[in-house]
């Protein structure tokens, strides 16, 4: 009976497979809706992807189906042609019963020449066990059914029937084998156990215990065993025990299933003789899976190799010290182009310092991540403490003072150190790392460091490291200058490269190179299809790699990260430890990540450009690298992506494609997949264009007006340049914010002030340097009282004039917060640890949850910063509660759907910002977090119509409304810009849009030919929205007008060149100029008390009474009491925007810091 069952098994095995086998394929090949992953269709035509998202497919089991031809697949497709019922039968006929093979490889193949078919090929590739597959089944088919016995049960089984259980004879299996062998886990044990295992053929002789027997004379007997089970199962239908036998469910659908098979392989036949495009197919799909068993047995000889992991995660030394050491010495400027993961970003700093006890060294990072981490890694290397001889600074925190030695910045903060510290920096070496990144203010770092070197002015030496660089061309730009480059890039340990053809070899699938590949946009189907092969190739990775090992998958952006993370949560066959990296993240979180091992999970790391730099992943053996990232773009053509320049995808530079390969090879060999043809990969620009040239510069140009009088000058003679359409856009900011005046206007030299001017000792050498670059003469600016508070605050313009806001108005605390609140991202987010394996409406739910908070907390205002300054109020005063409980903390954060991690970020870029004030002016401070939030309550109102007026340029009207999470019909069009924009549904707000509205976003990015607007404002009524502006707005012109029906005030306010026109009434117009009038007074006394801190308060009252002018406590009080008397009477004011088209506004309103004259003149 066995060898019957086993003969009627292989016949349809070998009759039934290759046809099913192709049928899949060419499904595949012609039709986009049979439910495989989309990966597995071809990749690069001008077919569109599906719409279904990668986590609703049937994902990594459509993939091994479509791969690993099983017969377990094959049946269960070709039951999904029958009704639905008859498939959910086959199916779990198939769940109860079927087994599904381990997967083994051999370097058999199989083609047409030598006989067979396909199956017997996928047969040799994959070998079943007889004794656990369709014989034991059929064995025990025959048998009825019996009632097992629980483990407690009293009643004893008969003698005669225990005997026959102990004689019962072996199976051939377990003859051969002796027992059952523990599946490998791990792909190396896979592999080792696949080149044991040798392929049965017929004919072949099977050893068995106790001698040999031909598989010849086995398979005649299993097909005479098979017939007599025919006849005796035909009589047995007919009658059991004198009555009628019922055919069994499993019998029907197994007869049923042989009927198919016998018809589609007829059909199969007939199609290979009379279609020859079916044939070519069936060709084709033999091919592929050919190249597969290639291409896997390839990968697993290197992956048997792999070396044990260091859990240490010790890099060995791989430079030569002593020879950079000597370069150094030598030379005024030095390039150490070596490998990433050689060590430098530790080794060589480390080195400087330990030269001498005289020795100053100052090593930069683009990134406040790799700052801290590398600071932290080189004081543990020296067994010290973080702030002895090393430490590290960044705007914000600072671990270290005067005795250390040597300082880990970022790159903004040596900018700062140099322009307070001209000509001479205080540093013996200066090591810029990750130079390749030319961040913007790396860029005018630079071009005074070479100014310094050129002049003579100073004595240090320029060390420039990065893994690639065009070092001929920085050659050039250092002319003049000894300059030497120290090269070595001999990876630690062996790295395999896979591109795109190699991957999709490997994973069993075609690739179709577009064309003008490089040229074209990344639009959203090639994202999609390289995303899904993405997949494809972790999930591969996952199901044979050894869960120690860890995969780093490097995403365009946090979108993507975030749709990768939540497929891998619901399609991975073994456990995974996610770790999503990206701009948001702490570094924290990484770094417990990093130190993570959790058993039989595998560690998958998502992350976006930023794990380019610096930071070591020890335990990181495979890198998928999709060649993608978003930086911002700006087209000149396009005003509005000058104002915003949107993050636009692209594809990486060869430079960049280097330092992502260099993440795997430092510890052990690694697996650098790049989902990009050869060939394309080699046409990519050697290296991405500078930062400057796509960013906005308008604190950049603050600074830079420290040393000259227009950034031109020394934009002019950096590296790489911005566009002059930013630096207008940039100039034109900065003016209207009344951070600086052009020296040709009649206000100027009132509000110039002197200090910022005192020292110019950069201003000649710049200018004659810029000389011969700049030929047309440029307008030139001078700093202002409020410029100056700007320049010092760590925070961009338009935050920062909130802080001025408050210093004017009494409120010096809640609108420091409110700068250090829109400078930081929304801490509201919902909950990922609650929702991220619920379903869509979970997230949606989640949303709702979370700006349901908010609404709670913004203080019955339709604000968003009000909201989180709210939030932040509170947390400051549960840490009080609680003791700093941080457990408790957490809680607390995730019971409100915040994040701590925001949350203490915020709070240290407030004392930051009062650290830096208090060192210019002196302001009230108020510490205690349940006064403050009770004055926010009361004040409100008018912390929204200051946050309004710093953000003008940015408002929004808004002409249509209705909104879902899931589909936007808001829409808004810019009040100073030509810009369309809607509400970004993916970030919390406590508010919706509604039509007539103006909201005022903090926070815009293009996306396409529209804005999404986040962290936003709304006001309902348009007249307090102008009369806010006529309040607050630095410089404003109008005139007065009178006509039949009375006297009234045109006004003009202007942003990015467009003007407005608003019309008030006599009354109110009075009140306007009056106010602002006050705020000018307080200006001015802000000012003479900076100017004069030195005297005693009798002395300083005198001073104002010589310039009529009141203590700025009284001052303040005027201010505040005559805005909030402004927003209770709104409703009885006159003020509308009107069409002006004459220009007759000759007046000027501004909010002077000009000092009156004296009494005596």
């Not at 019963?97 to 590739?125: C, F, H, M, Y």
């Not at 205080?426 to 090591?431: D, Q, S």
């Not at 990206?582 to 998502?606: N, T, W």
């Not at 109110?1068 to 000012?1087: D, E, I, P």
Request: aromatic share 8%.
């Amino acid at each position: 009976m066995l060898l019957a069952a086993t003969s009627f098994f292989f016949l349809l095995h070998f009759l039934l497979f290759p046809f099913l086998s192709f049928i899949l394929f060419v499904c595949v090949r012609r039709h986009s809706f049979f439910p495989l992953y989309p990966a597995l269709e071809k990749v690069g035509t001008n077919n569109t992807c599906s719409n279904n998202t990668p986590a609703q497919e049937s994902g990594i089991s459509a993939q091994i189906e479509f791969i690993h031809v099983s017969a377990n697949g094959v049946i269960a497709n070709v039951a999904g042609d029958m009704s639905k019922k008859v498939g959910a039968q086959i199916k779990r006929f198939l769940q109860e019963n079927a087994t599904i093979p381990e997967n083994k490889t051999s370097e058999e193949k199989w083609s047409s020449s030598d006989g067979g078919n396909v199956l017997s090929w996928l047969a040799q590739r994959n070998p079943q066990q007889p004794s656990r597959g369709a014989i034991d089944y059929l064995s025990k088919a025959r048998q009825p059914e019996k009632p097992q016995a629980g483990a407690q049960s009293s009643l004893p089984k008969p003698r005669s029937q225990q005997q026959r259980e102990q004689q019962q004879p072996q199976t051939h299996e377990q003859l051969a084998t002796g027992s059952a062998e523990e599946p490998a886990h791990t792909l190396s044990e896979k592999l080792v156990g696949a080149q044991v295992v040798q392929q049965v053929k017929v004919g072949d002789r099977v050893i068995v215990s106790g001698g040999t027997f031909p598989m010849e004379g086995l398979h005649e007997q299993q097909q005479k065993r098979q017939q007599q089970q025919q006849q005796q199962s035909t009589t047995a239908a007919k009658t059991y025990r004198g009555r009628g036998y019922r055919e069994s469910k499993e019998e029907r659908l197994k007869r049923r299933f042989e009927k198919m098979a016998k018809e589609a392989q007829k059909r199969h036949e007939e199609a290979l003789r009379t279609d020859p495009e079916y044939k070519k197919n069936y060709q084709t799909f033999q091919e592929l899976q050919a190249a597969q068993q290639e291409a896997q047995l390839g990968f697993l000889e290197r992956y048997a190799r792999q070396e044990h992991l260091n859990l240490n995660g010790t890099v060995s030394e791989r430079i030569d010290i002593a020879v950079i050491l000597d370069l150094i010495e030598q030379h005024d400027v030095i390039f150490i182009c070596t490998d990433t993961g050689s060590g430098k970003s530790t080794l060589v700093p480390k080195a400087l310092l330990e030269l001498s006890q005289n020795t100053r060294v100052v090593s930069t990072q683009p990134r406040r991540t790799a700052t801290i981490s590398i600071a932290s890694r080189v004081a543990a290397i020296r067994r010290e403490n973080v702030g002895e001889d090393v430490g590290y600074w960044i705007r914000g925190e600072k671990r270290g003072d005067d005795q250390t030695r040597l300082w880990y910045m970022t790159s903004y903060t040596l900018l700062l150190h140099l322009l307070n510290n001209p000509l001479n920096p205080p540093f013996t070496h200066i090591v810029l790392d990750e130079f390749h990144e030319r961040q913007p203010d790396i860029e005018v770092t630079v071009a005074l460091l070479r100014l310094c070197l050129l002049k003579r002015t100073a004595n240090f030496k320029l060390i420039l490291m990065s893994a690639t660089l065009n070092t001929a061309d920085w050659e050039e730009y250092f002319t003049g200058l000894k300059v030497a480059t120290y090269k070595q890039s001999e990876p630690e340990h062996p790295i395999h490269d896979y591109f795109m053809e190699d991957v999709c070899a490997l994973i069993g699938t075609g690739y179709d190179e577009p064309l003008n590949f490089l040229d074209r946009s990344v639009d959203f189907s090639l994202l999609e299809k390289h995303m899904a092969i993405a997949q494809t190739l972790v999930a591969y990775l996952n199901a044979y790699a050894d869960p120690q090992h860890a995969i780093l998958v490097f995403l365009p952006g946090r979108a993507q990260v975030e749709q990768f993370q939540l497929w891998l949560e619901t399609n991975m066959p073994r456990p995974v430890d996610i770790v999503p990296w990206h701009s948001s993240v702490d570094l924290s979180v990484i770094e417990d990540a990093i130190g993570r091992r959790l058993p039989y999970s595998q560690k998958i790391y998502l992350a976006t450009d930023i794990a380019e730099v610096s930071i070591t992943l020890p335990d990181v053996v495979f890198v998928i690298d999709l060649v993608l990232v978003k930086r911002p773009k700006i087209n000149k053509d396009d005003p509005a992506t000058v104002l915003h320049p949107p993050l636009m995808m692209q594809w990486i530079s060869k430079g960049s494609v280097a330092q992502r390969r260099g993440r795997i090879g430092r510890v052990q060999q690694g697996f650098y997949f790049c989902l990009l043809p050869s060939s394309i990969v080699a046409s990519l620009p050697d290296h991405a264009n500078p930062p400057i040239e796509n960013s906005r510069v308008d604190e950049l140009s603050l600074h830079c007006l420290q040393l000259v009088c227009n950034p031109v000058a020394i934009f002019s003679i950096c590296h790489g340049q911005p566009l002059v359409e930013t630096i207008t856009v940039s100039m034109d900011t900065l003016s209207h914010l009344g951070c600086i005046i052009n020296k040709k206007d009649p206000l100027a030299e009132g509000e110039r002030i002197a200090e910022i001017h005192s020292n110019n000792q950069w201003g000649p050498l710049v200018l004659e340097e810029a000389k011969n670059v700049v030929l047309a003469e440029i307008d030139q600016y001078e700093y202002t009282f409020i410029g100056r508070i700007l320049q010092l605050i760590p925070v961009s313009p338009q935050p920062g004039m909130l802080v001025v806001y408050g210093i004017l108005t009494g409120l010096e605390s809640l609108m420091i917060l409110a700068a250090a609140v829109t400078s930081s991202l929304s801490p509201f987010a919902p909950n990922p640890q609650e929702h991220s394996r619920r379903r869509r409406y979970a997230v949606v739910q989640a949303m709702e949850e979370t700006e349901n908070v908010m609404r709670d907390m913004c203080c019955g205002l339709r604000s968003d910063i009000v909201a989180v300054m709210k939030a932040v109020l509170r947390f400051r005063i549960c840490v009080s509660e609680s003791a700093g409980d941080a457990v408790h903390l957490r809680q607390w954060c995730l019971d409100h759907h915040l994040s701590h991690d925001k949350l203490k970020s915020i709070l240290d870029l407030e004392q930051h910002i009062k650290y830096e004030l208090a060192n210019f002016i002196s302001f009230r401070d108020v510490a205690d977090a349940q006064e403050l939030e009770m004055q926010l309550e009361k004040v409100a109102p008018i912390v929204v119509v200051m946050s309004n007026v710093a953000f003008a340029s940015q408002s929004l009207e808004v002409t249509a409304e209705g909104n879902t999470f899931t589909n936007s019909k808001e829409t808004a069009v810019g009040v100073f810009t030509e810009i369309t924009a809607v509400p970004d549904i993916h970030s919390p707000s406590c508010l919706r849009w509604q039509e007539g509205d103006i909201v005022v976003p903090v926070q815009l990015s293009l996306l396409g030919n529209r804005m999404l607007a986040s962290f936003t404002t709304a006001i309902a009524s348009h007249k307090q929205f102008w009369l806010s502006l006529l309040l607050l707005t630095h410089r404003i012109q109008y005139a007065a007008f009178a006509d039949d029906e009375g006297a009234f005030y045109v006004f003009s306010v202007r942003y990015h060149n467009i003007q407005r026109y608003v019309e008030t009434d006599a009354e109110t117009g009075y009140a306007v100029l009056h106010f602002r009038q006050l705020l000018s007074a307080s200006c001015q006394t802000l000012r003479l008390q900076h100017e004069h801190q030195d005297m005693y308060d009798d002395e300083f009252a005198v001073l104002l009474q010589r310039y009529g002018l009141k203590p700025l406590l009284e001052a303040q009080r005027d201010v505040i009491t005559s805005m909030a008397a402004f927003l209770n009477s709104t409703e009885h004011l006159t003020v509308d925007e009107v069409e002006h088209e004459e220009d007759d506004l000759d007046e000027v309103s501004m909010i002077t810091l000009a000092l009156p004259r004296t009494k005596e003149d």
